[in-house]
């Protein structure tokens, strides 16, 4: 069983910059699909970004510009490096991860991720 551990959330005021790290458990193979999901309070889960394992990538709108996804695949942990934080960027972030090519469509359909990080509150004041 795959566990997955997100850091680096926090409090930052607008406009600051944070980098969010997950940790595998164990050795993630390099054609996982891996992604960065938030959610916050009273909403549902939102895709933010998807990074394949040709390292081809997908940003939600809302993040494009100010958001960069990567992976280290040698030690198996995935990034987010979010710059120019707004108070919309205010939510739990979590990363997911499945053995298997990222979909052609649909990116960011939470369904089609296998593994779940807890979790890591990133709060942005305004």
């Known amino acids: 069983q795959l566990k997955l551990v997100e850091s680096g959330g926090g409090a930052v005021q607008a406009g600051g910059s944070l980098r969010l790290s997950c940790g595998a458990s164990?050795?993630?193979?390099?054609?996982?699909?891996m992604s960065w999901f938030r959610q916050a309070p009273a909403k549902g889960r939102e895709a933010v970004a998807t990074i394949s394992s040709d390292g081809s990538t997908n940003y939600a709108d809302s993040v494009k510009g100010r958001a960069t996804i990567s992976r280290d695949n040698n030690n198996n942990i995935l990034y987010l490096q979010m710059n120019s934080l707004k108070s919309e960027d205010t939510a739990m972030y979590y990363c997911a991860m499945i053995n298997s090519r990222c979909p052609a469509v649909d990116w960011s359909n939470p369904l089609f991720f296998q593994y779940w990080g807890q979790g890591t509150q990133v709060t942005v004041s305004s």
């Open positions: 164990r050795y993630i193979y390099s054609n996982y699909c």
